[in-house]
């Protein structure tokens, strides 16, 4: 059974958020962002060989272009240098070289380490200094797409940053693996589901909003009822009536409603009753027959 975290009363609805049982892991196969994963400690992400190589986007002087420091080595040395000299000069060029075959622009990565801080609940994702990566094997890495032509560089200007947009896929991917995803469910003042629910949302805060988004929706809209109608005058009768009323209005207190907002100024009219509440049966009672017949007897 689902856990259910808060009901909250919201415009004649009330809201249940539930925990996701089978939540979607946040990653939705396109290109924009993702991350990677190395470490056979879990599962998450995806694996190497559906990604680029991260090494190719860092900046020469880190990861495995950082054997021989950040300085740009020269083209040409001294030639009076030492022979061991010039032959650590000569590897770092053609390292140099290499990475300058080798980088490419097309996203900014990060590595990270990850692992529970306090336990059970508490397993998170950090991002680690590029400088430490010859100190220690990173669990995996994280790809934001640089955007290189001028349309995309506008288009990207208005939005979020790369490190943002970093930060917003660990946090969605930290409630993930913590199981802080979320579905609402709506329901109506009599309890009956609303079967407006949704689901795979992190965070309740997030699940939240997104159910008082649709309720405020919803009670902008209107459902058909059907009355049955007591009227003593000019004579006792029965009558049916349908009437369009607010989706919020739990069917249960559409009569009282309907008596209060649009029957209240009629003194004919001295009662009403869902006709639903007249359930099918055997055998009808002449009251029932009268009704369902829109008949009416004196």
Request: hydrophobic fraction near 35%; charged fraction near 30%.
């Given at each position: 059974?689902?856990?259910?975290?808060?009901?909250?009363?919201?415009?004649?609805?009330?809201?249940?958020?539930?925990?996701?049982?089978?939540?979607?892991?946040?990653?939705?196969?396109?290109?924009?962002?993702f991350?990677?994963?190395?470490?056979?400690?879990?599962?998450?992400?995806?694996?190497?060989?559906?990604?680029?190589?991260?090494?190719?986007?860092?900046?020469?002087?880190?990861?495995?272009?950082?054997?021989?420091?950040?300085?740009?080595?020269?083209?040409?040395?001294?030639?009076?240098?030492?022979?061991?000299?010039?032959w650590?000069?000569?590897?770092?060029?053609?390292?140099?070289?290499?990475?300058?075959?080798?980088?490419?622009?097309?996203?900014?990565?990060?590595?990270?380490?990850?692992?529970?801080?306090?336990?059970?609940?508490t397993?998170?994702?950090?991002?680690?200094?590029?400088?430490?990566?010859?100190?220690q094997?990173?669990?995996?890495?994280?790809?934001?797409?640089?955007?290189?032509?001028?349309?995309?560089?506008l288009?990207?200007?208005?939005?979020?940053?790369?490190?943002?947009?970093?930060?917003?896929?660990?946090?969605?991917?930290q409630?993930w693996?913590?199981?802080?995803?979320?579905?609402?469910?709506?329901e109506?003042?009599?309890?009956?589901?609303?079967?407006?629910?949704?689901?795979?949302?992190?965070?309740?805060?997030?699940?939240?909003?997104?159910?008082?988004?649709?309720?405020?929706?919803?009670?902008?809209?209107?459902?058909?009822?059907?009355?049955?109608?007591?009227?003593?005058?000019?004579?006792?009768?029965?009558?049916?009536?349908?009437?369009?009323?607010?989706l919020?209005?739990?069917?249960?207190?559409?009569?009282?409603?309907?008596?209060?907002?649009?029957?209240?100024?009629?003194?004919?009219?001295?009662?009403?009753?869902?006709?639903?509440?007249f359930?099918?049966?055997?055998?009808?009672?002449?009251?029932?027959?009268?009704?369902?017949?829109?008949?009416?007897?004196?």
């Amino acid at each position: 059974m689902s856990y259910e975290a808060e009901r909250v009363d919201y415009k004649g609805f009330t809201i249940r958020l539930v925990n996701d049982e089978s939540p979607e892991e946040p990653d939705w196969g396109d290109d924009e962002f993702f991350l990677i994963n190395l470490s056979a400690r879990y599962t998450f992400g995806r694996g190497a060989s559906k990604a680029p190589d991260p090494e190719q986007y860092l900046p020469w002087g880190v990861g495995r272009w950082g054997e021989y420091g950040a300085e740009i080595p020269a083209k040409e040395w001294d030639k009076d240098l030492p022979e061991e000299d010039k032959w650590e000069k000569t590897e770092a060029r053609g390292l140099y070289e290499e990475w300058l075959y080798e980088h490419d622009t097309g996203y900014e990565v990060w590595p990270f380490r990850s692992g529970d801080a306090h336990g059970p609940g508490t397993w998170c994702i950090w991002v680690m200094d590029l400088e430490d990566l010859d100190r220690q094997v990173p669990d995996g890495w994280i790809f934001v797409k640089v955007h290189e032509t001028p349309m995309e560089q506008l288009a990207a200007a208005a939005g979020p940053s790369p490190e943002v947009i970093r930060d917003a896929l660990i946090e969605d991917y930290q409630k993930w693996g913590n199981g802080d995803v979320w579905g609402y469910i709506i329901e109506d003042e009599d309890g009956d589901d609303m079967e407006e629910s949704c689901w795979g949302f992190y965070g309740t805060e997030e699940c939240l909003a997104e159910a008082q988004g649709k309720v405020d929706y919803m009670v902008r809209k209107t459902k058909k009822i059907m009355l049955l109608l007591l009227r003593d005058s000019p004579s006792l009768s029965w009558e049916t009536q349908t009437l369009e009323v607010p989706l919020w209005l739990a069917d249960s207190k559409v009569p009282a409603w309907a008596m209060r907002k649009v029957f209240g100024s009629d003194p004919g009219i001295t009662g009403a009753a869902l006709i639903s509440a007249f359930a099918p049966a055997p055998e009808r009672t002449p009251i029932e027959k009268l009704a369902l017949a829109g008949g009416g007897a004196e």
